[in-house]
């Protein structure tokens, strides 16, 4: 189902609390809500559609990889880059890393790590600054 977007700052700056099977749900919902925005938008995080679980996905290409409770545990070669945000009016400098590695579970709830980089590990650190409250 197309959730509308929130833009509730206070909402936003909660930190998501770990997914579980009970929300498959919610990765529906991430994945129509996105294609309905795909025109101006490349990731998602569940806080922007009214979750509070830790559940991001990201468009690489074609397709739009969903992943469950994501924790970077690796960053390498930073830069500053300007973002917006659906859930935000403008845009805004950040900071961000061009080699990120990432443990998440996929869409079955089977564990992953993977090395992403440049711009796709660019949307993948936005969105897991939305699930630990940070905005930009």
Same mark, same amino acid.
């Given at each position: =189902?197309?959730?509308? %977007?929130?833009?509730?700052?206070?909402?936003?700056?909660?930190?998501?609390?770990?997914?579980?099977?009970?929300?498959?749900?919610?990765?529906?919902?991430?994945?129509?809500?996105?294609?309905?925005?795909? !025109?101006?938008?490349?990731?998602?995080?569940?806080? =922007?559609?009214?979750? !509070?679980?830790?559940?991001?996905?990201?468009?690489?290409?074609? =397709?739009?990889?969903?992943?469950?409770?994501?924790?970077?545990?690796?960053?390498?070669?930073?830069?500053?880059?300007?973002?917006?945000?659906?859930?935000?009016?403008?845009?805004?400098?950040?900071?961000?890393?061009?080699?990120?590695?990432?443990?998440?579970? !996929?869409?079955?709830?089977?564990?992953?790590?993977?090395?992403?980089?440049?711009?796709?590990?660019?949307?993948?650190?936005?969105?897991?600054?939305?699930?630990?409250? %940070?905005?930009?």
């Amino acid at each position: =189902m197309i959730r509308p %977007i929130n833009r509730d700052q206070t909402w936003l700056q909660r930190v998501a609390k770990p997914a579980t099977p009970k929300d498959t749900a919610v990765i529906t919902d991430l994945q129509d809500t996105l294609r309905a925005h795909q !025109d101006h938008c490349v990731g998602m995080a569940a806080n =922007m559609i009214g979750s !509070d679980r830790r559940i991001i996905i990201a468009q690489l290409g074609p =397709m739009a990889i969903p992943m469950i409770n994501p924790q970077i545990i690796e960053k390498h070669d930073p830069y500053l880059t300007t973002e917006g945000c659906l859930s935000l009016s403008g845009q805004r400098q950040t900071k961000r890393y061009r080699s990120i590695t990432l443990q998440y579970l !996929d869409a079955r709830f089977q564990p992953q790590q993977q090395t992403f980089n440049d711009y796709f590990a660019q949307i993948v650190q936005h969105e897991c600054d939305h699930c630990d409250g %940070i905005l930009i």
